[in-house]
């Protein structure tokens, strides 16, 4: 068995996703909404968040994800909100050679790709592009038809770019050349508001992402630190 090694800025949790850790979604809701001091509202806003919350998770955990890192603050005081998922990425079904595997995937992508070095790994960068438009368009298609018709365009268009996330994906297929068992793939994802400065704060987010990813390194079970890791399924 082998495991992985990471670092966490404090105010990040990890949530196991293999199987889902329940309690760990409570406590990470909990942290969030610490600092609620009416007690009533603090227990209904961190229900909700839960339920939302472990809803996407285990919807993650369904495709076979290991951990979810999130940070542990109140989300309505951050203009970001990122998430790194980690899950198993299988070497082992093909006879080609992992560069050559990693060359294809970044020929087949529709986003922009690079090449990452974690510790004693190699790996490829994807970051999918943001289309701010197409996220403006769809927050329209969610507004019922007798709001339409009471406004126009223009006003719909204005009224949403204050309430529209902008998103930003990026996957890091990372891996040990000469180990086909010791491969992962690392998906990272932040949305922001919508506005002038939002590529700006996507891009320091993602800078964290790369730093996170580079960190990353594969260990021998017997030799991890067990405040540090997480340990990877058996094969």
């Given amino acids: 068995m082998v495991t992985y090694n990471y670092l966490l800025p404090d105010d990040w949790v990890q949530v196991r996703l293999d199987p889902l850790d329940r309690s760990s979604v409570k406590q990470l809701t909990d942290r969030m909404f610490a600092d609620i001091d009416d007690e009533v509202t603090r227990v209904r806003v961190s229900g909700w968040v839960t339920s939302r919350m472990t809803t996407q998770l285990e919807e993650i955990s369904s495709q076979g994800a290991w951990a979810a890192y999130l940070p542990a603050e109140d989300p309505r005081l951050s203009p970001v909100r990122p998430m790194i998922v980690t899950r198993p990425f299988d070497m082992t079904t093909t006879d080609s050679d992992p560069m050559e595997v990693l060359v294809a995937l970044a020929a087949d992508s529709d986003g922009e790709f690079s090449t990452i070095e974690p510790q004693s790994m190699v790996g490829l960068k994807i970051r999918m592009p ?69 590529s700006t704060a996507l891009d320091g987010v993602e800078e964290f992402f790369d730093a996170w990813v580079t960190a990353v390194s594969w260990v021998d079970e017997d030799d991890a630190d067990e405040s540090a890791k997480e340990e990877k399924p058996d094969e």
């Fill in 130 to 198: 943001e289309d701010p438009e197409k996220a403006l368009l769809d927050s329209l298609a969610e507004v019922p038809e007798d709001i339409l018709e009471l406004t126009t365009r223009d006003e719909l268009l204005a009224a949403a770019a204050e309430t529209t996330r902008l998103s930003r994906r990026v996957q890091y297929i990372i891996g040990d050349p000469l180990d086909r068992n010791r491969w992962m793939a690392i998906e990272a994802s932040v949305s922001c508001m919508l506005a002038e400065e939002a």
